[in-house]
């Protein structure tokens, strides 16, 4: 599989929100909640990757599992995760409108320049991110209903040996991707704690 390069990129992004969150936290504003809003709809999209890459390396075949398994790969050749990308589309526009509407103003208030104009790129890649997540989706989409066809054609061959094969070969192959998707949801998920507890937001 290719890297998914936007996924990657917003990953180490987010070291911008690193550096200006100690003055966010020191200055709150009723639009943290907002941003609040915004890192658990950044978790969403990465969680959704990971969950669907999960599900196909977690499967093992044998004569007792294989037809139970067999249904989860019949699902994944069908291509659902494209409907994903749909998904997706919906949480960078949604993120967009947040920042426009309330982060911006709070940023002027607290930042400076440098710090704006850092914080702007951004959710400028974020705005960007509406198109290139969808590429890095149907990425995962395709090369996820490749792998689902040539396993469940070993399947149904009985060849369960090979199709474990497979699926280690492909382990190994996402291993750099799903490390850069896990990093980002961790942090999403302590940044979105800290501002939780600074905004009381349940």
Same mark, same amino acid.
């Given at each position: 599989m290719p890297p998914l390069s936007a996924v990657i990129d917003? @990953?180490?992004? /987010? *070291? #911008?929100?690193? #550096?200006i969150k100690g003055k966010l936290l020191r200055q709150p504003d009723a639009a943290a909640e907002r941003l609040v809003i915004v890192l658990e709809e950044l978790s969403k999209i990465y969680t959704a990757i990971e969950s669907e890459l999960v599900e196909y390396l977690s499967l093992y075949f044998d004569n007792d599992s294989a037809q @139970?398994?067999?249904? &989860?790969?019949? $699902? /994944?050749?069908?291509?659902?995760? %494209? %409907? $994903?990308?749909?998904? @997706? %589309?919906?949480?960078c526009h949604k993120i967009k409108n947040?920042?426009? $509407?309330f982060l911006d103003p709070w940023f002027q208030k607290v930042l400076s320049r440098g710090e704006i104009d850092n914080v702007r790129k /951004?959710?400028? /890649?974020?705005? *960007?991110? *509406?198109?290139? &997540?969808v590429v890095d989706l149907d990425v995962v989409a395709r090369w996820l209903t490749q792998e689902a066809t040539a396993t469940l054609n070993l399947v149904n061959a009985k060849k369960y040996d090979y199709a474990n094969d497979r699926i280690c070969a492909a382990r190994k192959e996402v291993l750099p991707v799903r490390q850069a998707i896990t990093n980002a949801i961790i942090e999403l998920r302590k940044l979105q704690a800290e501002f939780i507890g600074s905004t009381g937001v349940i």
């Open positions: 917003l @990953a180490n992004q /987010l *070291d #911008v929100l690193r #550096v @139970a398994e067999r249904a &989860v790969l019949l $699902r /994944l050749e069908g291509g659902e995760i %494209s %409907s $994903r990308a749909s998904a @997706a %589309s919906g949480h947040i920042y426009d $509407r /951004l959710f400028e /890649l974020l705005g *960007d991110f *509406d198109r290139s &997540v």
